[in-house]
């Protein structure tokens, strides 16, 4: 285990740690930043890098510590190092910037009277050895490749990289959406938070773009095969991180600083134009055709050669045990977002269940999921929901994060189903080269469908897109060929009449009544929408029924209102099983979700709909909508309570039951997705 610490108490010092670790961790090392050396404020994409690597030092063994800065070292800093923890004969290495003989005798004086011990000195500033870029306090360094790493086919993915101040200039966006619409590139904005803002107000909102923190160096180096870097000089330290990574990996690196600021050090960089409106014509004239050409000779550089990692942790005396282990077997694994209901990681398992390959398939999955997801068949291995009482919103997916990098490694493939895509997911794709699917439904609220909601599609090499049973009801968010759309992703098991008089017997026996009507209702728990009034409305409705049985179903784990224990003919049941319970009843009183509208429909369930209404709800109005206005379900909005009444007595005492009935029957569904949808990830994006 390497041991990271600094010569100062930074927001500086603490990113080039962060560096640093990823640096070394590239290289098989096993790697720790002491805790006690990570500043007061951090921002959240600060608080993701740092999570795999932060520790108490107290808790790791370490073989060598590696104090970086250690030229302008703390009394701070130095009072932290004489805590650590080491064994007498662990080395400790002082890297920093030696101007002068005096200066290593200082920096050397100081971390030996902290720890007892003389630490070997690494002078970042020996004639030597080039800079890239100066006043760095980490050492910058890149595994070289054995050939270019360029992705296949004659397009290209370019990333370019430009300031917020260049962004306002005139014509700056014309510029970037002109290179964009080349049928060729695949193109990504990198710049500040700044810089994405404008662009995201600006008509050119569909850009996509990163944020300067958003990944961390080597995790964007998966987005691109062509770099473009402009502006007035080199960038900044990470910057200049990523530029190495990318030379170390064949990829093509454009300097388009206005003072050649990467060509000026001597770097393999082609020199390109340094206004964005001329990049376009470059690009094809200079770069698209001779992209792997170039990347072979980048790898040749003796330039390179000097910022090799392996020279480096030769420098410093790192050695490390190679990880002899087995070719791990793939592993699909299946990651539902969290909510209340069990929507997603039903669809999902729908999904696993139809796959026919030999891979495992496993889950990812919130403890609401899990006993569902078990009784299934299926492995789980725990994450952790999001909680009002954790200091931080993201704090429960920053966990989540670290124990999806446990769990998933090179090879794998990741299936997530949501609609919004977690950082913890968006990063380990990221990091990891997965093959990912997104799993995302559609019908959005007008206010949901936004480039910001749909940029980490990029992440995916597969998007699936299961559809509504009623055409008006689907639209497209994006286009492509990673896009594909399959039917209703539904579970079905058709009842006999025999199964249905089956079921209601044992219901009369749990419960200890005559059915002669049993209504069933699912409006949730109130987590998305308040419905309360309705279902005690129903209870009270049924309570004056002679031998009627009213189930509220509720999913396992669910919070229901207390009053609804006084009631003689209604009784709250928590169960995943409702699709039976929804064909033996009279009258199934739902919510308008996904899963339990197309489950109703193509059951030919008797149904009246009640829409929720939350904000991160999609349009479950119009989907009730389309099918009330065929008479294959009846709507009732929150505020129709009577309404409500009225249609429950059309439905018990009327005929309407029957005339749903007989036009679901008629009705034309489309075909189910579910078999469609696993044929899709097995063969991969």
Partial sequence: MILLCSGQISSRHFDALLLFAAQLE????????????????????????????????????????????????????????????????????AIGHYATHQDEINARNKIAFAMGREPELLNLSKASKPLLLEG??????????????????????????MPFEMLEEDDALTGLAITNYSPNVELHVLTNAKGKDLIRRSKHAALSVFGYGELPPDNLLNYFDVAAFFGSNIPG?????????????????????????????????????????ALSGYLHDVVMHSRVEIGRRSLQSSWLKQFDAAALEREVQLTHLPRVQPDPVPQTVFFPTNGNGLGHAQRCALIA???????????????????????????????????????????????NYIRLRQLLRPGDRVVFD???????????????????????????????????????????????????????????????????????????????????????????IQFDQEIDTLVVTMLGGGVA????????????????????????VAWPNAVVAPGLAGWRNSHVVYTTRTLALCQAADLTVSAVGYNSFHEILYAQV??????????????????????????????VLETELLALEREVSAFLDGAKADEIRKALAAECLPDTGNVAAARLIEQGG
């Fill in 26 to 93: 590239s290289g098989g090392h096993s790697v720790a930043i002491d805790a006690r050396f990570m500043p007061e404020e951090t921002i959240k994409q600060q608080k993701y890098e740092m999570a795999p690597f932060l520790a108490d030092a107290g808790d790791i063994n370490a073989e060598t510590i590696l104090v970086i800065g250690a030229e302008a070292m703390s009394d701070d800093a130095q009072i932290l190092l004489r805590g650590v923890n080491a064994r007498a004969d662990v080395p400790v290495w």
């Fill in 136 to 161: 760095l306090v980490a050492p910058l360094a890149t595994r070289i490749a054995p050939h270019p790493e360029q992705s296949d086919g004659k397009g290209c993915k370019l990333l370019v990289y």
């Fill in 237 to 277: 330290e990470r910057m200049a991180a990523l530029a190495l990574l990318a030379m170390g990996s064949g990829k093509v690196v454009i300097d388009c600083t206005t003072t050649a600021g990467f060509a000026e050090t001597g770097a393999p960089v082609v020199r390109g134009p340094d206004r964005i409106e």
């Fill in 353 to 399: 269940d139809a796959m026919q390959d030999e891979t495992p398939r496993r889950f990812a999955a919130f403890p609401s999921c899990i006993d569902m997801l078990e009784n299934r068949g299926f492995g789980c291995v725990p994450m952790v929901p999001r909680s009002d009482d954790h200091g931080d919103a993201f704090a429960a997916d920053l966990v």
């Fill in 418 to 508: 949501g609609g919004y895509v977690f950082d913890s997911i968006y990063r380990t794709v990221s990091a990891l080269k997965l093959s990912a699917t997104w799993i995302r439904r559609g019908l959005w609220r007008p206010g949901q469908i936004n480039p910001t909601a749909l940029e980490r599609e990029r992440a995916f090499s597969q998007v699936i897109v299961p559809q509504e049973a009623f055409a008006e009801l689907n639209s497209d968010y994006s286009t492509g060929h990673h896009i594909d759309k399959v039917g209703p992703i539904v579970r079905q098991g058709k009842l006999s009449a025999k199964e249905v008089q089956s079921l209601r017997d044992r219901l009369s």
């Fill in 529 to 552: 929408s308040e419905r309360t009034a309705q279902t005690q409305m129903l209870c009270s409705l049924l309570e004056q029924r002679t031998n009627c049985l009213h189930l509220i």
């Fill in 606 to 635: 008797p149904s009246i709909l009640i829409p929720q209404s939350a904000p991160f709800l999609d349009d479950q109005e119009r989907r009730a909508r389309a099918a009330a206005e065929r008479n294959l379900a009846a709507l």
